[in-house]
DNA sequence: CTGAAAGCGCTAACAA
DNA sequence: TTGTTAGCGCTTTCAG
């Protein structure tokens, strides 16, 4: 037996050039001998790995596991593994990571971390690496994308709020150099107009990060500066738990006395008290999908770049009630 | 210049066998011309790959990413990297991953998936492969292991609740498979002994998942029992959570009604209605101990296993209160 | 359909 | 201190 013919009846994809039943006792006696291919040894002759890499700014945030089952339920049965990396939101280490992927020849990545101005995914783009971009974007919209459909989950946020009576509603807006903090700060500007409500531009705070210390910050600036409202509309869920701190802070009840509502759903955000109001981001789905446009884009050499808008649904909860007159 | 040299000039570890003129030249050059060096050649060659794999049962469970992080904290520093797999509880899929990280020459293992009874875990011992395990630990006490002290973890709140007044105390015991779930069992009951409180066998509620509806599951079977009792010591923050869907759908008022304790004092679960009372486990510690303790079983050849148990603290928050005598 | 031969990029042993 | 040589385990031409 030549190790050559060996090789082509193991794998799947070479079987055919080889006597069916030379093949089969090949894939016998590697069975019996407990005989593993060295994927590394495979991977320098090839210089492809099975492997994409997913570069996620920190693994802590509950987002981010749903989206990994999705990325790894899709490329696990195609036989492609996920490479993690958590960049911790810091750009330098983002692309050592990046560097550190690519040296191991995976295939491609899978990008959580995009800013609207991103040296980085620019080079990577120029330089062909197969990239798709999850929940934020970049202002270079020929990277093909899987993101939520922010603009019109704000204006479901509003619009909900509005049937309740609300007509002042602040916004707590997130870092306006990712695409989803500046995406839902216009949407929610242009719902309020869709609405006739006022769009006092004192009601929007901007928030550096997405931190619950920011949200809470951030919604302490609004009430020092004793403007009024009844409402707010957090830029995702974590800004929002900033918010119940403040609650608890200044005794405030929430929904009483102010209403809010969060973004992504995410998990255990129905435990809170009072279970929080929020726009549903299909995370799983999230994840699936991009694998899915990325393996596509592996298997065609000329795939053209998409951008997928995933639909959102607003899930009602307790945090969100009727303005109440006589205290805001 | 000949590539051996090169190769000893650009390895930190075999810089000093070459004249340091000669070195610097080298470097500056590879600088220049952008050169990265190859991990997958070199990992042919070698047969190392400064890469270590980390197995987790659900990554979607809010505990493993601090402990990730304080894993990668350790290992980054060090030069390895963590290969992160999921296995979905699922024995089967543990063994095909191991084995694709086997096969990708990690140097050894960081486990969180321990049974009790674990041939796979065995049999990786009898391998010599370099594993540690986190979390949980095996029947098989010779693979070294980094967990929490449940033992008084359990003692600490049965004390808690004691000190409160309860007589009659619950017990959601968790998979007795499972070093954590069989622990923390026979320490509730000895507990229970220490504080002469009432022993009574059928307050035990045996679940066979760390999940939410498990915990829920069993609740409702000691409720639907008509047994009496006034608290509730939950085997993990999974379980309580189980207990918290429970009082929304039967309307109990905890702690009026019903005091609760959980385990691992999770991320978010401070912000539950009513906040938890929790036994705090110093995840990030759990993770940057355990890699510590491989990379010192890495280097050193004849290392001796040992097991490091975490103190806990408990973390009291208005889960818990003294009974209601006149309900309960 | 199978064999022979070469080489992916690196490093370790040995020689000079 | 540097150069030479060989080979990690696999795949892929090319020839037979």
Redesign the pocket.
Known sequence: ???????????P??R????????SRVVRVAERLG????????S????RSATVGLVIPDLTNPLFPPIVRGIEDVLGPAGYNAWLVNTDNDADREESLVDSLRSRQVEGLIVATARLQHPLLDRLQAEGVRTVLINRRTANANLPSVTADDATGIATAVAHLADLGHRRIAHLAGPQNTSTGLVRHRAFVQALRDHDLDDDPRLIAACTLWSEDEGARALRELLDAGLEFTAVIAGNDLLALGCYDVFAERGIDCPRDLSVVGFNDMPFIDKLRPPLTSVRVPHYEVGSEAARMLLDALQDPDWHARSVLLPLTLIRRQSTAPPNRTVA
């Not at 055919?16 to 093949?23: D, R, S």
């Not at 005989?35 to 495979?42: E, F, G, K, L």
């Not at 320098?44 to 210089?47: E, F, G, H």
């Open positions: 037996m030549h190790p050559a013919t060996a090789s082509r009846a193991l794998n994809a070479t055919p050039l080889v006597n069916g039943e030379t093949a005989y593993r291919p060295n994927p590394i040894a495979r320098l002759k090839t210089s």
